[in-house]
């Protein structure tokens, strides 16, 4: 089945700087990788999300990168703010349900 | 504000009693996911609802079963409950199955003394 790699599990930049988040994945299959955010004792948003058929995308200061043939995609957040301090996970799925990656802690420093 | 609801919001139960969780889809969503998100954890894979069948099982035990309703609501119920199934309970609705999105509800957080 698939398994979905993240890293790091924690991240600290300071505000204004970028924040990178990487994940891999085992199943060629797959086709949908979508990123949640997941505040304290909140529920996971979906931030973005992209499919096989493109190989990047963006909504203002988030972005996402894919590379099917590395087998792997990752989130980019620019201008990072105190309010984007969460955690973050990266899912995959194709002839599977969505498997998670075990979360990044990303800690905004003011 | 995504519209799926889950009840309870928390709840305490003892080793080997039984409990049922409910979810509320999102008007429109036909489709049901359940995940067990343990501490410090991404959320894994329960199974689905499709239409009141279930539509995939990831690898959880038996007594973890379901239903869902003519509305799409759906019910998670776990027997015999066990310390390890103390977690945060999250449902997720969507359109439809396969690769569409997912929206989750806040999680109903059990305990299991």
């Known amino acids: 089945g698939e398994n979905v790699e993240q890293h790091p599990s924690t991240l600290s930049v300071q505000e204004g700087d970028s924040a990178v988040i990487k994940c891999t994945y085992s199943?060629?299959?797959?086709?949908?990788f979508p990123w949640y955010k997941q505040e304290l004792g909140k529920r996971p948003q979906l931030i973005i999300d992209?499919?096989?058929?493109?190989g990047e995308k963006k909504d203002q200061r988030i972005a996402v990168t894919l590379n099917k043939t590395a087998k792997h995609f990752s989130l980019h957040i620019t201008e990072t703010q105190p309010e984007d301090s969460a955690v973050y996970f990266c899912?995959?799925?194709?002839?599977?349900?969505?498997?998670f990656g075990k979360g990044t802690r990303l800690s905004v420093i003011a | 504000e995504t519209g799926v609801t889950q009840s309870p919001t928390h709840l305490i139960k003892t080793r080997g009693q039984q409990v049922t969780l409910r979810c509320s889809s999102q008007?429109?969503?036909?489709?049901v996911s359940w995940y067990q998100q343990a501490l410090g954890q991404g959320p894994q894979f329960i199974f689905q609802?499709?239409?009141?069948?279930?539509?995939g099982r990831g690898n959880f035990p038996p007594r973890f079963s379901g239903l869902q309703f003519p509305n799409y609501s759906s019910e998670l119920n776990v027997n015999a409950l066990e310390l390890d199934d103390s977690a945060l309970y999250l449902c997720?609705?969507?359109?439809?199955?396969?690769?569409?999105?997912?929206?989750f509800g806040p999680g109903t957080r059990l305990l299991v003394l």
């Open positions: 609802y499709y239409r009141e069948e279930e539509n």
């Open positions: 992209i499919r096989s058929n493109v």
């Open positions: 899912a995959a799925s194709g002839n599977t349900p969505l498997v």
């Open positions: 997720a609705s969507s359109l439809a199955r396969g690769q569409e999105t997912q929206y």
């Open positions: 008007s429109g969503h036909n489709t």
């Open positions: 199943d060629s299959a797959s086709n949908y």
